[in-house]
C-alpha cells in the first residue's frame, strides 16, 4: 500500500508529439534553454579540456568550498548538455515515470535524457522538469519521500472468535 503526497501529484506532463517538425528557429529555442539554465543561482559549468568545441557540457551544483572539504562531498551533478539532449539527475521515481511515459526524455541508469524542445511551448514543458529537479537537488539531502508504505505488521489485530 503506497500514498503519493500532494507534491507529487501534481506533477503532471502532456504527452509528447512524437513525429512534429522541427522548426526554422530550433536553435533559438536550445540556446533559451541554455541561457535559463545558466541563470539559475549556484551552479558551475565545466567543458571537455581536451576538445576545441565541447560535445558534452556537465553542470554542478555550486557548494561553499569550506563546507565541501569540511562534510567531504563531492560536488553535486545536475545535468549535461549535449546534441541528444538534457541528462538530468535529481528526478524522483515518480517524476521519473511521468517523464517516461509521457515520451519527454529515456532512462539512462537512474537518470533521465529529455530530448531538446523543438518549439516555445515545449521549452516550457523541459524547463518545469529541470526546474523541478533543481529544486530537488539544491535543496537538503533527503531520502526520496514520494510514497509512504505502511507495513501489514503495524496493522490493529481483529479476530471473530470470542475468545479474546
Known amino acids: 500500500m503506497a500514498r503519493t503526497t500532494r507534491e507529487t501529484a501534481r506533477f503532471t506532463l502532456?504527452?509528447?508529439i512524437r513525429n512534429k517538425r522541427k522548426t526554422p528557429n530550433d536553435f533559438s529555442i536550445r540556446m533559451a534553454l541554455i541561457d535559463r539554465i545558466a541563470d539559475l543561482p549556484g551552479i558551475e559549468a565545466v567543458e571537455g579540456n581536451d576538445e576545441t568545441v565541447p560535445r558534452r557540457v556537465e553542470i554542478y551544483l555550486r557548494r561553499e568550498a569550506t563546507d565541501r572539504v569540511l562534510k567531504r562531498e563531492a560536488p553535486r551533478l545536475f545535468c549535461s548538455l549535449d546534441c541528444s539532449g538534457v541528462t538530468i539527475s535529481g528526478l524522483n521515481r515518480w517524476e521519473r515515470h511521468h517523464t517516461l511515459v509521457n515520451g519527454w526524455g529515456n532512462l539512462v541508469e537512474d537518470q533521465v535524457c529529455i530530448f531538446l524542445p523543438r518549439d516555445h511551448k515545449e521549452l516550457e514543458i523541459v524547463w518545469t522538469i529541470?526546474?523541478?529537479?533543481y529544486d530537488r537537488l539544491s535543496g537538503p539531502l533527503t531520502p526520496e519521500s514520494e510514497?509512504?508504505?505502511i507495513s501489514t505488521w503495524d496493522w490493529p489485530r481483529f479476530s471473530r472468535t470470542s475468545l479474546q
Open 14 to 16: 502532456p504527452s509528447r
Open 130 to 133: 529541470i526546474r523541478r529537479a
Open 147 to 149: 510514497s509512504l508504505v
